[in-house]
């Protein structure tokens, strides 16, 4: 079968925009390759989960004599090896990890970049056969190249990040990125194992019908949030609606929806957890530089996510992201 030379792989698109910058070193590109290549790696083991009975339980031995992992610890392992091997990280922050890994040899020292990511998000669904993703924010690092990373280099806003993505392993698998520059989707083509450009240029659409929110936790969210869900619920054509709800449960599956066809995404603060459930270096940063980039917004309530400087690595918040105009709603019953 002929391979269609009108699409774009990943690596094509990397290095045609690495001629456009006058002094890029290509270390950006080298990280995003190595991104992408964990996450086929990952992509491989999600296909086979529902099979994970037949190849043997988790922490049993399988018949080609391997200890069979947790797909979470299995997807972690990946990004954070592949990472470490290449020349573009000095170090990574998981949400899997209690702390940050410092990759402590002279070519990682060397490097310019460190990485957060969740490397496997959404994972109540995996077992159910439904969409799951990784998430990631690439930052260059503040303390000087040639040491070891610290803390402070994990620590730092969302606004300082160079690039952030995800990949969301669906009815088709996609890499989405972005960096100032732009959002690009590619989707990876199983057939010779390429991500390809599918959707260049990502933009959200300013405003969208769907608002995705976790309707159980409805009585325990704030009166400003109970008031803004059910104006979404009453929205008639006359006021641009009806809305209508989707909730998958996986945010990157959700977020990536709202991304493409216009919608708000929430996960507000509750009675019993009021940062809410989502960590801001792993889940929330990256995704709200993405929707930044692509001309939307995110909030925690009263600042914006990007702006919120961080204290310590795990660190929850609640999150509202979305659509411009749909955001712009939200906070007038916000500031209520
Ligand atoms: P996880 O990191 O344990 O997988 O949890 C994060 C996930 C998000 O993908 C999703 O938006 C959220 O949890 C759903 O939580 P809930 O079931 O409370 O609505
Ligand atoms: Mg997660």
Not at 46 to 70: R, S
Not at 107 to 127: E, H, Q, T
Not at 226 to 253: D, F, L, W
Not at 267 to 296: H, Q, W
């Amino acid at each position: 079968m002929a391979v269609n030379r009108k699409v774009q792989t990943l690596d094509e698109f990397t290095i045609q925009q690495l001629r456009d910058v006058p002094n890029a070193t290509g270390e950006l590109s080298h990280l995003l390759r190595n991104i992408g290549l964990a996450a086929k790696r990952v992509n491989t083991e999600v296909n086979k989960a529902g099979l994970v009975d037949i190849l043997g339980d988790v922490g049993t031995v399988n018949v080609q004599g391997e200890e069979v992992k947790k797909l979470d610890v299995f997807a972690n392992e990946q990004f954070t090896g592949v990472l470490s091997h290449g020349i573009a990280c000095a170090g990574i922050a998981s949400e899997e990890l209690d702390d940050y890994v410092p990759f402590d040899d002279v070519k990682s020292n060397n490097s310019k970049y460190v990485c957060v990511f969740d490397p496997l998000d959404g994972s109540s669904n995996i077992d159910v056969n439904v969409s799951i993703g990784t998430i990631f924010g690439v930052y260059k690092r503040k303390t000087p190249i040639g040491t070891v990373v610290t803390k402070e280099d994990f620590l730092q806003a969302g606004n300082k990040q160079v690039a952030a993505g995800y990949i969301v392993y669906g009815s088709s698998t996609m890499l989405v990125y972005a960096t100032r520059r732009g959002v690009q989707g590619f989707t990876l083509d199983p057939s010779i194992g390429e991500w390809t450009l599918s959707h260049p240029d990502i933009k959200c659409p300013e405003k969208g019908k769907i608002y995705s929110v976790n309707h159980g936790n409805f009585f325990q969210y704030e009166e400003k949030v109970r008031n803004y869900i059910n104006e979404c619920q009453h929205k008639t054509k006359a006021n641009g609606g009806p809305y209508t709800q989707r909730y998958i449960g996986s945010m990157v599956s959700d977020v990536h929806r709202n991304l493409i066809k216009g919608g708000i995404f929430m996960y507000p603060g509750t009675t019993d957890k009021p940062n809410g459930k989502l960590r801001l270096l792993y889940e929330c940063n990256p995704f709200a530089f993405i929707m930044s980039v692509a001309g939307g917004r995110a909030t925690n309530g009263k600042t914006r996510i990007l702006d919120i400087e961080p204290t310590e690595l795990h660190q929850r918040t609640p999150l509202y992201i979305g659509s411009k105009l749909m955001m712009d709603e939200l906070e007038t019953y916000l500031n209520a």
